[in-house]
């Protein structure tokens, strides 16, 4: 059983930090691409970063130069390093894994709320 556990949501104030961690556990072939999304509330949920096998990592433009995806291989873990937090960041964090074979994988989500 494969699961995913996200941790280290919480309530922040703006300019404040936050790291986020999923680790995965369980029986999984071939972990590719491995990414977190965010869902605030009212809106879709929307990529923010991703980073391949190989460390390629991409974000979406709103936390370009905020925000540092980064993984440990060893320890089937993906980190979210969120910096200069906005209130606009407010929002449930879930990871996603992708597998070689086309598998998807997500978690159950963190809260992250920004105070103003």
């Known amino acids: 059983q494969v699961q995913l556990v996200e941790s280290g949501g919480g309530l922040v104030q703006a300019g404040g930090s936050l790291r986020l961690s999923c680790v995965v556990s369980g029986s999984i072939f071939g972990i590719n691409a491995m990414g977190w999304y965010r869902q605030a509330p009212g809106k879709q949920r929307e990529l923010v970063a991703v980073?391949?096998?190989?460390?390629?990592?991409n974000y979406v433009d709103s936390v370009k130069g905020r925000f540092t995806i980064s993984r440990d291989n060893t320890k089937n873990t993906v980190y979210l390093q969120m910096n200069r937090l906005k209130p606009e960041d407010t929002a449930v964090y879930s990871c996603?894994?992708?597998?070689?074979?086309?598998?998807?994988?997500w978690g159950k989500g963190t809260l992250v709320t920004v105070s103003s």
């Open positions: 980073i391949s096998s190989g460390g390629s990592t």
């Open positions: 996603n894994v992708g597998t070689v074979i086309g598998i998807n994988y």
